[in-house]
T-cell receptor, first 116, second 116 residues
Framework: KAGVTQTPRYLIKTRGQQVTLSCSPI?????VSWYQQTPGQGLQFLFE???????NKGNFPGRFSGRQFSNSRSEMNVSTLELGDSALYLCASSLSPRESPYYEQYFGPGTRLTVT | AQSVSQHNHHVILSEAASLELGCNYSYGGTVNLFWYVQYPGQHLQLLLKYFSGDPLVKGIKGFEAEFIKSKFSFNLRKPSVQWSDTAEYFCAVNAAYGGSQGNLIFGKGTKLSVKP
């Protein structure tokens, strides 16, 4: 099976712009979670989507949003970019707890976002 | 608040030395526990996991971890490290029930450097 794919891999944006990142989960996985990884804060949960619905949300401002499509692909959007948004954004996919008792997340390679 | 603590920020070992990385968590409820590894330039990979049953779990590449419920700990061990084990290791926890399994809470990570 192909793994989780994320596009683009690298992105440079200017403060104040907005950005959209894309994630394609492993085939058959319907749950997608997003994380932000920075040297200072480590890995922090952004949100989780399942069946096109946001199921959980982390402690991030409303500038961070996401959505999931009927084919389970997911996008996250960050509006009004700030310098502190520079990070590696990771997507993870899994089967839902209803589909499997073993909730394992498989991570993609990430999108490296640099805000200047 | 839910949290995961990894005791060591950076560990330096010589090849063939034994490894133990500490992980303690604070979470009110039944949990699943994970260790992930991030090799230089690569994405996060699942090393091993604990859901229930035998508290001593074995993962890939000779790693094992022991869940001690009374101590809220899930330490990672390997009897003899190799240079190829140089990586960053993350301990993570999520709720076993309740619909928030998609929210993995990570420790800050431990960088392991193995000298040849």
């Amino acid at each position: 099976k192909a793994g989780v794919t994320q596009t683009p891999r690298y992105l440079i944006k200017t403060r104040g712009q907005q950005v959209t990142l894309s994630c394609s989960p492993i085939s058959g996985h319907r749950s997608v979670s997003w994380y932000q990884q920075t040297p200072g804060q480590g890995l922090q949960f952004l949100f989780e989507y399942f069946s096109e619905t946001q199921r959980n949300k982390g402690n991030f401002p409303g500038r961070f949003s996401g959505r999931q499509f009927s084919n389970s692909r997911s996008e996250m959007n960050v509006s009004t970019l700030e310098l502190g948004d520079s990070a590696l954004y990771l997507c993870a996919s899994s089967l839902s707890p209803r589909e499997s008792p073993y909730y394992e997340q498989y991570f993609g390679p990430g999108t490296r976002l640099t805000v200047t | 608040a839910q949290s995961v603590s990894q005791h060591n920020h950076h560990v330096i070992l010589s090849e063939a030395a034994s490894l133990e990385l500490g992980c303690n968590y604070s979470y009110g409820g039944t949990v699943n526990l994970f260790w992930y590894v991030q090799y230089p330039g690569q994405h996060l990979q699942l090393l091993l996991k604990y859901f229930s049953g035998d508290p001593l779990v074995k993962g890939i590449k000779g790693f094992e971890a022991e869940f001690i419920k009374s101590k809220f700990s899930f330490n990672l061990r390997k009897p003899s490290v190799q240079w190829s084990d140089t990586a960053e290791y993350f301990c993570a926890v999520n709720a076993a029930y309740g619909g928030s399994q998609g929210n993995l809470i990570f420790g800050k990570g431990t960088k392991l450097s193995v000298k040849p």
